[in-house]
């Protein structure tokens, strides 16, 4: 069993920056790929960002390179996501997932992974 705990979230005016964080605790927590998702009202939830368990390999939705960073530290058993450039679009809840998959695969779709934070609430103002 893993939990999953964000923070980081907040109100932001478009250009901005803000740096996530979701905290893993349980069994061999740094053992999963983790990655970010999000959903805006009225939307499906979408993919972000994923990091191997390793944090070697990474992987970003093709709308979001460039201004979306994931990365780990596996000693804090903690993930971030810095996002630069806000856009008023990007407001949604942000959810952290952890996935039990090979060291070096860094999953893409929501089916994959196997636990998931409460999310955190980032809005972005215009």
């Known amino acids: 069993q893993v939990q999953l705990v964000e923070s980081g979230g907040g109100l932001v005016q478009a250009g901005g920056s803000l740096r996530l964080s979701c905290a893993a605790s349980?069994?061999?927590?740094?053992?999963?790929?983790m990655g970010w998702f999000r959903q805006a009202p009225g939307k499906e939830r979408e993919f972000v960002a994923a990091?191997?368990?390793?944090?070697?390999?990474?992987y970003y939705a093709d709308s979001l390179k460039g201004r979306f960073t994931i990365s780990r530290d596996n000693a804090k058993n903690t993930v971030y996501l810095q996002m630069n450039s806000l856009k008023p679009e990007d407001t949604a809840v942000y959810y952290c997932?952890?996935?039990?998959?090979?060291?070096?695969?860094?999953?893409?779709?929501?089916?994959?992974?196997?636990?998931w934070g409460q999310g955190t609430q980032v809005t972005v103002s215009s």
């Open positions: 349980g069994r061999t927590a740094s053992n999963y790929a």
């Open positions: 997932a952890a996935a039990a998959v090979q060291r070096w695969y860094a999953p893409a779709t929501a089916a994959e992974y196997d636990y």
């Open positions: 990091v191997s368990w390793s944090g070697g390999r990474t």
